[in-house]
Nanobody, 119 residues
C-alpha cells in the first residue's frame, strides 16, 4: 500500500509560480504511473498531468507549456512545477499513484492541497 503526502499549496498572484511535491511513504515501483489531478468547486476532478515509468508525460490542454511534472523514484517523490499561473488554475490539487497492472485495486491519492491564484 502507498501513502501519499502532499506539500502545502498556497496563494499565488497571476503569472506567478509554485511547485508542489508528493512524497510516498512506500516505494513507488516502476509499474506505477504518477499523476496530478485537480478539482475546482462545482467541477469534476480532472487530470492535470501524469508521468509514466518510462518518463513519458501527458498534460491537460489547459496547462500545456506552463506546468511540468517530474518524478524521482529514488526519493519516492513526484513534483508539479506550475508557471504562469492563472485564476482558472485555482483548485484543490491531488497527487495520484496507480498501478499500471492493477489500476482499480492499487490506486492511491494524496490528501489534497489548495492552490489559489488571485491578486
Amino acid at each position: 500500500q502507498v501513502h501519499l503526502v502532499e506539500s502545502r499549496g498556497g496563494l499565488v498572484q497571476p503569472g506567478g509560480s509554485l511547485r508542489l511535491s508528493c512524497a510516498a511513504s512506500g516505494s513507488i515501483f516502476s509499474i506505477y504511473i504518477m499523476g496530478w489531478y485537480r478539482q475546482a468547486p462545482g467541477n469534476q476532478r480532472e487530470l492535470v498531468a501524469d508521468i509514466s515509468n518510462l518518463g513519458t508525460t501527458h498534460y491537460a490542454d489547459s496547462v500545456k507549456g506552463r506546468f511540468t511534472i517530474s518524478r524521482d523514484d529514488a526519493a519516492n517523490t513526484v513534483y508539479l512545477q506550475m508557471n504562469s499561473l492563472e485564476p482558472e488554475d485555482t483548485a484543490v490539487y491531488y497527487c495520484n499513484a496507480r498501478n499500471l497492472i492493477t489500476p482499480t485495486r492499487d490506486n492511491y491519492w494524496g490528501q489534497g492541497t489548495q492552490v489559489t491564484v488571485s491578486s
